[in-house]
């Protein structure tokens, strides 16, 4: 069968792990992103904001 | 059998270096440059977090608009030598996951647009993908040979969208860096082109050279470029951009007149040296008017 040509199950693993890895640092960036985009919009109120 | 249907003759499970193609790095990285010269040209004060955000939206739907052109464009892909290793031609990525990654990323980077920069930016952006990927891509390209000259106007929206972001408003000025940019686009592809057409006829693209001929289609480069000279030198008399820029954009509007009228009488039509020469001064044209302009910019607000 031809994709037993070329299938590599440790490979296919390892690229997958990759793929988890490289969603995992992009949604933590996101988090970081917006935390700091607040900080910055609300400016030098921010330690006001609650009161 | 399951897997016998996953795993096509000459595939593997797709890595993150098979995502990153899908976004066109290279044309993402122009886009980027003039995105930022957008931003850094305008009046006022923009938090360099806000530019960054800005900039990371524009680059993520640019790449994001790329994938979906991929995915909609894979069967043309595939008929071409120039694209035909592309992820999803190779069986690495599949359409339909192709076409998810691309829309997810398209509304994210609109979204985070609007929701941490503002809502004029994020409108031009969402416009952009729409006119790349639903006018270019689905209308034009397979119609007309014309797509390039009305699908042009989508890669230059990038410095108004920059403008917007950092001003929350729309101008003339950056309207002119977007016309620089849409003139600029007719030369550039058309000199590509010219030394692909065998390439644009069997994946059966209307490319002008395809349509019109040869001929024609020099002329017509000629032309563009000609009309594109001066307007390159606008910036300076709109008050946009100072001396240097104007020697930049004067000595590489003669390069790319004169390197666009060497294509026209070009004897070697087989390998079309002018047109190949065209295509990267035509690059470094663009590189360096929008460097040249946040050069400026930047210097003077360090001095």
């Known amino acids: 069968m031809a994709m037993a040509d070329n299938f590599d199950p440790a490979r296919d693993m390892r690229a997958k792990k990759r793929r988890s890895v490289a969603i995992a640092l992009v949604l933590a960036g996101l988090v970081l992103l917006f935390f700091l985009m607040t900080i910055v919009r609300l400016g030098g109120d921010v330690v006001h904001f609650f009161d | ?303």
């Not at chain 2, 930016?121 to 007309?144: C, D, I, N, P, W």
């Not at chain 2, 007719?186 to 000199?191: D, K, T």
């Open chain 2, 1 to 303: 059998m399951a897997i016998a249907e996953t795993y096509l003759p000459g595939s593997r499970v797709a890595t993150v270096g098979d995502y990153f193609a899908l976004l066109k790095p290279r044309v993402m990285s122009l886009v980027i440059f003039t995105g930022l010269a957008g931003i850094v040209v305008a009046p006022g004060h923009v938090h360099p977090l806000t530019a960054f955000t800005a900039l990371l939206c524009i680059a993520v739907a640019a790449g994001a608009s790329g994938a979906l052109n991929m995915a909609y464009e894979a069967d043309i892909d595939a008929r071409m030598s120039r694209t035909a290793s592309r992820p999803i031609p190779m069986g690495h990525v599949g359409k339909g996951e192709a076409l998810a990654f691309g829309w997810w990323l398209c509304a994210g980077a609109v979204a985070i647009m609007g929701l941490l920069v503002n809502a004029l930016a994020a409108a031009l952006l969402a416009f952009t993908v729409f006119f790349y990927v639903g006018v270019y891509t689905l209308l034009l390209k397979r119609r007309t040979a014309q797509n390039i000259v009305i699908g042009g106007l989508a890669g230059a929206l990038p410095p108004a969208i920059g403008w917007a972001a950092a001003t929350g408003s729309l101008s003339w000025a950056p309207l002119v860096l977007v016309a620089i940019t849409f003139l600029w686009t007719p030369p550039h592809f058309w000199a590509l082109a010219l030394y692909r057409s065998d390439d644009y006829a069997r994946a059966g693209i209307p490319m002008m050279p395809v349509v019109a001929g040869k001929t024609s289609t020099r002329r017509q480069i000629l032309a563009y470029a000609l009309l594109l000279a001066p307007l390159g030198l606008a910036p300076y008399f709109i008050g946009l951009a100072g001396p240097a820029y104007l020697a930049v954009a004067a000595a590489m509007g003669i390069a790319m007149a004169g390197c666009a009228a060497a294509v026209l009488f070009e004897r070697d039509t087989a390998r079309e040296p002018a047109a190949r020469r065209l295509f990267a001064v035509s690059i470094l044209y663009l590189f360096s008017l929008f460097a040249a302009l946040i050069a400026e910019r930047l210097i003077g607000a360090w001095m």
